[in-house]
């Protein structure tokens, strides 16, 4: 067993996604000491969550503190923002100098959020931490109709140019840094490394289950917002079931638009089950018995998912699982040229009914290009290179 760096690594992220891509259980099995500054934005999961640090010892969980927070309904989100922001501020700066006390030295710094990078320079300024390091996971569109959501988000873009300046700058994808360069925050000359987030390698037999023509089974996984595309299974449900008799939809995830997509899909007839956010690995097991996954993202100028990681994607294709994708993500491209999934048109119906009756047609050589093609996501190996000179 390969053993840990004995170093103090102070980590913030947003709940749910402290181990997005595995992250978290990365710096697990590389540093001795981890310091989780947990905080809860957006109740984006059927689940409470509170604000926490964590503290893990040799990869074992060994100390929880609650930190301050005050419960905010969505539709408050952007007013309170301010005011939760100090709260996230004090939190991380009281208790990182009671880190600082207890381990002598806290060697890293490391964030995704501009707001929190800001936060992990003022700790550095007054020798809490040793350096500091910034992984951009966040794009907010610039135009949008309400005048405090357009403010808020003046006020990210101000910290967003702060934390150029931390000691490592990492990019989730080039769309990210292209945008930053184009606005002047970062110079256009500069280069800077992407680092995508990771996947697991999960033990593969998909190819062994056989499709049924009978009963075919569609999978969804993410945020249950209308921009995801979810509603194509359900527009084309009359063409569905004509061809292959019945038709299921695996849904994993909560969102603001859950009602109303329960709503249409009562009226489409689809057999669909909504499971909410699942705990843990276990939506695995639910996307294991689908056949094809959807990741149409509506191709829609006010769409920020061509900025995000593709995170239901590399899901899907963890097992084995074909994918049917819209033209919007960078990764859609070379999903179709490796033969791992197919590529629509969104408001096309045409294209949608072809693209499963060519996945199916060759499911299982599309299952094992599918499995093969996320390989390269390996988290082990793609965060390897981004601590390499911690």
């Not at 910290?159 to 930053?180: A, C, E, G, P, Y």
């Not at 049917?324 to 009914?353: C, N, P, W, Y």
Request: aromatic content about 16%; charged content about 20%.
């Amino acid at each position: 067993m390969k053993r840990r760096t004995p170093k103090t690594i102070v980590y913030v992220n947003y709940s749910p996604y402290e181990n997005a891509g595995k992250i978290l259980d990365y710096l697990l099995g590389q540093y001795s000491v981890v310091c989780l500054f947990s905080f809860s934005f957006y109740r984006l999961s059927n689940r409470t969550s509170y604000n926490t640090l964590q503290i893990y010892k040799n990869g074992s969980l060994s100390e929880t503190y609650p930190l301050f927070q005050i419960p905010v309904i969505p539709k408050l989100i952007f007013l309170f923002l301010p005011v939760q922001s100090i709260i996230t501020f004090l939190d991380i700066v009281f208790y990182s100098r009671m880190l600082k006390a207890k381990f002598k030295t806290l060697d890293l710094y490391f964030t995704v959020n501009a707001f929190t990078a800001w936060v992990g320079l003022l700790l550095k300024k007054i020798n809490v931490v040793k350096k500091t390091m910034f992984w951009v996971w966040d794009y907010y569109p610039l135009t949008k109709e309400k005048s405090i959501v357009m403010l808020m988000r003046h006020f990210y873009w101000q910290f967003d140019k702060v934390s150029s300046h931390s000691d490592i700058v990492v990019f989730q994808n080039k769309m990210l840094l292209d945008l930053r360069k184009r606005m002047g925050i970062y110079p256009r000359t500069s280069a800077y490394a992407i680092v995508p987030l990771g996947t697991d390698k999960i033990a593969y037999s998909y190819t062994h289950k056989k499709f049924t023509r009978n009963t075919l089974v569609f999978g969804f996984i993410g945020v249950l917002k209308k921009s995801q595309g979810i509603e194509i299974v359900f527009n084309n449900a009359a063409a569905l079931k004509k061809i292959y008799g019945e038709v299921r939809y695996e849904i994993v995830g909560s969102g603001p638009d859950e009602e109303y997509l329960k709503l249409i899909a009562k009226r489409s007839g689809i057999n669909a089950t909504f499971h909410g956010y699942l705990e843990g690995e276990t939506f695995n097991e639910v996307l294991r018995a689908t056949d094809i996954g959807i990741a149409t993202y509506v191709p829609d100028k006010g769409n920020v998912s061509p900025y995000g990681d593709p995170g239901k994607i590399k899901r899907y294709l963890s097992l084995g699982i074909p994918v049917i994708t819209t033209d919007v993500h960078q990764l859609a491209g070379d999903i179709e040229k490796s033969g791992a999934g197919m590529v629509v048109e969104f408001s096309s119906s045409r294209s949608f009914m072809g693209a499963v009756k060519t996945i199916l047609g060759k499911h299982a050589s599309f299952s094992k290009q599918a499995y093969n093609f996320n390989q390269r996501f390996y988290y082990k190996k793609i965060y390897r290179e981004m601590f390499r000179n911690i």
